[in-house]
């Protein structure tokens, strides 16, 4: 059996309980060594096989997982954050299921949360922004056409963008010329949830010189809108004058 299971943002105590426990019984792990804290192996039995696939290619993992299998081992595929972003499982899955290799999937919190976390804020404020757009800007891995940072701009959406820290020059035009107003509010925040988290709040035209200036290439999210300033509406949930289904209006 082949669990993916999400480590979770970096703090090593924000695994989930079922997370803690898989690997806790896995007799094999291959893990995201480049992305996820190692202290999370500490979970790991004394005779586990480890495995660190920074440096192994798509066909080396299923290799490892192809053996623990047929010696009936329980693997442990540990993924950063949470798998389904930016996690490169359907890949392996489709893969396991062309094999007849049982697997399922342990959800793990996502830096994006994390990261929110880490500033104290909330995305989706009333009055600012509904929507949340989760992307990257283009680098030697392309993204579809219709997905390029100028046009998910003009919506004026909350936006966190994930590996991308090497590539703000062009990311930050792009989003100006999407709609992004120069002085919008933005924020890089590196390692979020780790012991060595740091936070740089800037905005949309002064990213690329604030992750120069503090010398931030990888391993960091941007934050962008409206929901990292100062002005929102009330929410309408807690409103004593708005009725709902558990509450009728007091006022």
């Known amino acids: 059996m082949i669990h ?26 291959i893990y995201a060594g480049s992305l996820v804290n190692p202290a999370l192996l500490k979970n790991c039995r004394e ?18 997982m192809d053996r623990a299998e047929a010696a009936g081992q329980t693997t442990v595929r540990l993924h ?14 489709d893969a396991l299921e062309e094999r007849g290799i049982p697997y399922d999937v342990t959800p793990g919190v996502s830096s994006f949360c994390g990261a929110a976390a880490a500033l104290r804020a909330e995305y989706t404020l009333p009055g600012v922004s509904q929507t ?28 966190v963008l994930f590996l991308s820290s090497s590539l703000l020059e062009k990311a930050q035009q792009e989003l100006m010329e999407g709609g992004y107003a120069p002085e919008t509010p933005a ?35 941007i934050t962008i809108g409206g929901f990292l300033g100062d002005r929102y509406d009330r929410s309408l949930l807690y409103d004593p004058g708005f009725s709902h289904g558990c509450r009728e209006a007091s006022k």
């Open 187 to 221: 924020a890089i925040v590196y390692k979020a949830t780790w012991p060595d988290e740091q936070i740089f709040r800037c905005t949309v035209s002064t990213l690329a010189e604030t992750a120069r200036a503090n010398q931030i290439t990888k391993t960091a999210l």
């Open 4 to 29: 993916f299971v999400g480590a979770g943002s970096g703090a090593e105590d924000l695994i989930t309980l079922r997370g803690a426990r898989l690997l806790a019984e896995a007799d094999v792990v």
């Open 132 to 159: 949340v757009i989760i992307t990257r800007a283009e680098g030697r891995t392309p993204v579809p056409e219709r997905e390029q940072l100028k046009k998910l701009a003009e919506h004026g959406s909350t936006m």
């Open 47 to 64: 005779n586990c096989e480890i495995h660190d696939s920074a440096s192994m290619t798509l066909e080396d993992v299923l290799s490892v």
């Open 80 to 93: 950063t954050g949470d798998p389904s972003v930016y996690g490169a499982i359907r890949e392996q899955m």
